[in-house]
């Protein structure tokens, strides 16, 4: 083992704050969108692939991999622990530190999908393959939480917070934790569940609440996790075990209804060759009749939340037919690289006319709308799609509440609009106030 | 083994979803509400005794157990996996597939409280004296749901949820799940959780946030789960070792505050007795003082809610009485099957004037005042009752914004009164227009 | 072994309610505001060294720990099977029943941190330490919820639930349950989330959302949970790992953001040490530039919440100087002590100007500040500071919509100033109405 400076290693343990080596004050963002935005120092964790700058490390040398252990076993001894555990450190041909970081401890690296599939070829070409079938997707996540048109208008503090689980598709470790990067380990639901979670995608609360999760929950400790995801292995299914069929790592192709962020025709042709793989799934266990049913309660519950979506939706239009939405599109400022928008600036309202997150900037009626919409709403439809009935039913009682009060909200709109009496100067948060200034300038 | 056509199994597989076999188009809905609903093809299965229709399948043929066996190894591996490892296969007296189901696949039945109650006749009585304490209770739980004139009501969307977990009436397989049907299973509290969750009954969130549940949480996966429910066998209750004590299917008898939907006096005779009940099974760990503390904490807690409930329903009918509330009797339809409310309509406002579920078709007030009472008050509630005094706290919490905001809102509509304004149309939400004719038209 | 009256025994079982020991009705509260409340039944387990009063019990007679077995072990014997399990049983020098709870039944004591410190010295004196970092803090825990302004102030209901918890200063069995009293409960994440969760410290969701609670969730049942907390036995983080490394009871010294209830200065000396601290402690696993990547996300999202608390504070504070907020200073009662601001009532708007818990008895739009301040931007941080950023992100949401939400009722606050319309008389809330005497009363 050769360690450059043995007391560099001592200073490390005992003031490691001092040595800051993350992205230089000055880093830009990448893309289409650059301009827009810079990156944070945690950047170069979430997408090492684009971020990632090895720097000058406190430790110097070239190190074979059994010196790396040799002292990290010291150091860091919990990774070591686990990489030990791996099948990395029990193959025949044993995959040492360096191979995913490299040898020069002043030029070390990060793993990314790519370099993982050098070994893992097959794995890799499914996660690409998800590509195909468009946004929501693994493959998809993380260009479309950075470099995204409406991301460049949200606080900065949500946008960071999307990145952590968006590097889904920039690193493998999100569902194989480090360093251990155990399949068994993927295929639990709680490697699933630790992004899949919270309004919009609150489908923990789905798994655990439906018949499913709960078996999973009294019995699942003692399953045998090192089987794979294939027919006959598990008594209950897990999220892996029906969107991850036999262990593909593409899971795109059985989506019907996607996220259930727009009303979609469930029987279009591709739709119904989607839904017969779900059929298929579903037939480990139950009959097709049973499959049938529950494909017919989630599109009759789908239909339905789409009814009170779309009459708000005119509500809302209504509102803005009269000039009584404020901030109008006037004192919005429009997608900071949107010029057109900025030379002809128009309301835009609800999901289909193109502005997501417009919500982040606008009136509480229109907000309001907008948790209505992307939380309820996606709540109700993700118990329904899980089997979680109950879940869904909180959901829609919710919407029910929600879609009363924007009701009222708009009557007191209406009601107030001739009043001469002066409004409260609201312009803070709008088109050039601290508000705006704020998010955008942390962007 | 004998199958009628062996490429109907293989076309099984591949085209499951073609041959729907659930419920007839026109099928109808039982009871005395009958004409106003129309049970959708899930009910077959929440309630196979009244809805289940054996049809035409795609096996045709006879079959002893054995032969049902070999071949669902193959089509369904994990239901047959599950009822190697039941009791129902390693008794003297074997129960084989048919003795549920029948024997003849074209006649295919389901099992029902009373087919389970054949061998299991003492647990059937159980279940049935809960009748004699009225609802809420297991035993009555689906004629409620279904059959019920507030039901009649309420969008189809949650009615359609309602029924998953109220058919815990109609089926057995609700607590011991197909085809183990384990009571070791039953006894676990995720058993109770998989439908005593989400508001109005939070069981789940009162039980982990009690210190029992955690201590279930952090040990509970190795519990000797085939003891029975008796004193000494478990160091920590479970729902079901205080609700069904010793095993009893009976859930009703000690229900002092029931799922505090309405104020009772805690001190008549016949709950005397069920504290009494109460307490016995609190001392097989504590001593009485214990449980008497905690049910004075109860007690107060549940004349505090009630105290600020009072206020809010005090508020509405001041509202109401000054004709502020919309819409107002007249512009809202009456139960369908309510002739003397059609003719004489009048408001109601909160559970005491006997219309639940007129909260689904009112203005803002009203409904914030059923989420008040409905969701916020019976978590307060849950919560005190299970020991969660934090959850309490935090519906408590939650209340007191409520209780606020209703108050400010009444403040707003008696200082709008008088204005000449135009008020939005709204009727299309209520009367006559598309809310009601959707919901009605989907019952 | 000695029992005075064996029918006793029998009656304790059958009539265990009947005789009430607790509290006598006119208990006084202790401390600096004892005149202002009372103490519950509950109040002598919660706080035993205070108020626990030896009484006259059903048994009588003098008894050794082996006589206390005998009759236990029928009466109550999951507690005595948990003896039997902890190392008070298993010690060369054996503590029994009489030890923590005296000999004489008709005298039994409850143990406080000063009767378990008698043998654990070195716990008591870590846990006493934690005073010098101030609140919050375990230590303080209790004294603050009970004998503090600010609760004489809040309903009852709400107070009792607080003294559950805050009891940890008050006894040692809130994370080592009775009577296995065992660390390796106590090691684990559950032990600490009974109390930690909920509104305004979510940290059970904080850390379960986490990477690390997640493989808590997936592993954790198999760890070797009697290991001490030191480095290299566990590859995964909880609770007390990181917050009591290496078993220290005193968990005060690293709290650089503490509740996240004010805006800090991050960069205080005193706070770079409590950093670095934190920094030793996630190098156990991970480069110190993670952890500082972590430290300046966590720094950055503070600022920014705080930014948007300040904006709406703001807003208040011009409504209360235009005389728009109700009830005003002059309508709402001073702490029932506070005899300065019954002289001269002054508004008092958020943490800063000191009056917490005047939440509790005031308008909607303050409450509504409230809520954003402690209950949505606690959530906020508590998910960022654990590396829960999708928890965080949701409660960003949340404060986005509250923002607006306040905003917009300033605004209509505005708008209806100069109307002449009779206002509703809201005061039965306020100053003199039924609800401020039924908290009072109740106090």
Redesign the interface.
């Known amino acids: 083992m050769r360690i450059a400076h043995l007391n560099l290693v001592v200073w ?6 001092c ?4 992205l230089p004050e000055n880093a830009q963002g990448t893309g289409e969108h650059a301009e827009q935005w810079q990156p ?3 950047h ?2 979430w997408d090492p692939g684009t971020y990632h700058r090895p720097e000058a490390e406190r430790v110097e040398g070239v190190f074979k991999g059994e010196a790396c252990l040799e002292c990290h076993a010291v ?5 070591v ?2 990489w030990k555990e791996s099948r990395h450190a029990q193959t025949e041909k044993i995959v040492l530190c360096p191979a995913c970081h490299g040898e020069d401890h002043q030029k070390l690296t990060f793993p990314t999908p790519k370099s993982c599939g050098d070994c893992h070829p097959e794995r890799l070409a499914q996660v690409e393959e998800e590509k195909k079938y468009g946004f929501p997707s693994h493959a998809l996540a993380m260009e479309r939480a950075v470099d995204s048109k409406h991301f460049a208008d949200k ?4 946008v ?6 968006h590097s889904v598709a920039t690193k493998c470790d999100s569902c194989h ?1 480090r360093h251990r990067f155990d399949p068994a ?1 993927a295929r ?1 639901p ?2 699933c ?3 899949h ?3 919009p995608h609150p489908d923990d609360v789905a798994y655990f ?3 499913h999760g ?2 999973y ?3 699942g ?2 399953w045998a996790w090192n089987k794979s995801l294939r ?2 292995n ?3 299914p897990t999220c892996a075990y029906c969107h991850m069929k036999d262990g593909n790592h593409q899971v795109a192709d059985k989506a019907v209804w996607k996220f259930g962020i727009r009303e979609v025709n469930p029987k279009t042709a591709e739709n ?1 060759i989607k ?2 793989r779900w ?2 799934t579903c ?15 989630l599109d ?2 789908r239909h ?2 789409w ?2 979506l779309y ?1 708000v939706e005119r509500l809302l239009k209504g509102l803005r037919g009269d000039g009584l939405l404020r901030p109008s599109a006037q004192e919005r400022p429009p997608y900071p690289m949107d010029w057109m928008a900025r030379l002809l600036p128009r309301e835009r309202i609800g999901f289909y006319e193109g502005q997501a997150s417009a919500f ?1 900037n ?4 229109e ?2 709308y907008f ?1 209505l919409w992307y ?1 309820s709403n996606l709540g ?1 439809y993700k ?2 799609a899980h ?1 979680a ?6 959901y ?2 919710r919407m ?2 929600e879609v ?2 924007i ?2 909200a ?3 709109l ?6 001469s ?4 100067d ?1 312009k ?2 709008w088109l050039e106030g ?2 705006t200034r ?1 998010n955008r300038d ?1 962007n």
Chains 1, 2, 3 share one sequence.
């Open positions: 490390l343990l005992l003031w490691p704050w040595a800051w080596s993350g944070d120092p945690m170069e964790y150091v860091t001894p919990g990774i622990k686990e606080p900065k503090a949500e960071a917070a999307c990145l952590q689980c934790t380990e639990r709680e490697a569940l630790t992004c979670s919270g309004p609440s439906s018949a709960q078996r929950l009294k019995e400790t003692n027919k006959g598990y008594e209950i119904e839904r017969k059929s298929e037939a480990d266990c139950h009959p097709p009749e049973t499959a049938e049913g529950f494909f017919k309660a009759d519950e339905g939340a009814q009170q009459g982040y606008v009136g509480a009626i907000r309001n948790d939380f109700a118990g329904m089997g009935q109950e879940m869904s039913n909180r829609h009682k029910d509440s009363l009060a009701t009222r708009a009557e007191q209406r009601n107030s609009t001739d009043t009496k002066g409004r409260i609201l803070p948060l601290e508000y704020f942390h």
